[in-house]
């Protein structure tokens, strides 16, 4: 008896067995997730081939990109500029540092100014000054210099003499440091007495400021201030003829008489322009006519220009204030 029943366990199983391989002959092949059957084999990618996937592949956000360093705000560089600050300023510059591929006539030119100043010059290699100066061109040579000295706007005022003809430019929250540096550079061109701007939401004379102003930021006065409106009143107490440079004003700038020998002109910001409170605390505003679809311009061209326009009257009378 259990002979048999051994036996037909035995049989079950065979049966049960058999049963099994059809179905899983049956049942369709397996595939992996991208698709593939698990008889085919993988495609083999060609050496070079374009990946859509790694090109549209984020940068790990702990990976800081090396070209989006900036050098430091006490850091001025460039051939000019460094050359600038240490023939016309040269206390204001704390260490020279030149690569050592730096050649003559320029190298000569520029140690020669270092040992006329006293300034501490550094021969090194050109890889110290990527790491010194970032994500710019350099052109082998960058200073550290002092901080910008930051005046106040009421004991500046009571040094201008009030017999003399002077011109002061207010800036309404400029915000690109490279359109700041070209304004203080304009300022000195044209013979202005002091740069204004306010302490917040402004661009600061930094490194790249000293750099766009070839080291005009040193020379002429900066006048940082809490409230653009309160210091514009400021000035008309003080005697100055308040301009705002306005796009959309009515009258424009060369239609003017002449502009009047104590002037201060105001200038928006990049996006906005002036705001509207600054605007209404202006004597006057003016519009500088321009032609085609360019609809405006540039802030620091727009200063430049009013700038220019009183310097070509006033400009031989005024005081150095620098």
Request: net charge positive.
């Amino acid at each position: 008896m259990k002979d048999n029943k051994m036996k037909d366990k035995m049989k079950d199983k065979e049966t049960k067995n058999k049963l099994d391989k059809s179905e899983r002959s049956a049942r369709p092949e397996r595939s992996d997730r991208s698709g593939r059957l698990g008889g085919e084999k993988r495609p083999v990618k060609e050496k070079g081939a374009y990946d859509e996937k790694k090109s549209r592949a984020q940068p790990a956000p702990w990976r800081k990109n090396v070209l989006e360093r900036k050098p430091a705000d006490d850091v001025c560089w460039g051939r000019q500029p460094v050359l600038d600050i240490v023939e016309t300023t040269p206390g204001r510059c704390i260490k020279l540092v030149i690569a050592n591929n730096v050649r003559p006539p320029f190298l000569d030119e520029l140690t020669d100014a270092a040992r006329a100043g006293k300034v501490v010059y550094q021969m090194a290699a050109p890889e110290a000054l990527d790491a010194l100066c970032p994500g710019v061109r350099h052109q082998g040579v960058a200073c550290r210099v002092t901080e910008v000295k930051l005046l106040e706007l009421d004991p500046f005022l009571k040094t201008l003499p009030h017999d003399k003809p002077a011109l002061i430019v207010v800036l309404d929250h400029i915000e690109d440091p490279h359109n700041l540096g070209a304004v203080v550079r304009s300022a000195e061109a044209a013979g202005a007495s002091a740069v204004v701007f306010p302490k917040r939401r402004s661009a600061l004379p930094g490194g790249t400021v000293m750099k766009v102003s070839a080291g005009a930021a040193m020379r002429v006065p900066m006048i940082s201030v809490v409230n653009i409106a309160r210091s514009v009143q400021q000035l008309k107490e003080a005697g100055f003829w308040t301009i705002g440079l306005d796009n959309g004003a009515e009258t424009s700038l060369w239609k003017e008489p002449g502009v009047q020998a104590r002037t201060a002109f105001v200038v928006g910001g990049e996006d906005e322009g002036l705001s509207h409170l600054v605007g209404k605390s202006c004597d006057q505003l003016l519009r500088i006519p321009v032609q085609g679809g360019v609809g405006s311009l540039n802030a620091s061209v727009a200063a430049a220009l009013g700038m220019f326009e009183w310097s070509k009257i006033h400009a031989c009378c005024a005081p150095d204030q620098r």
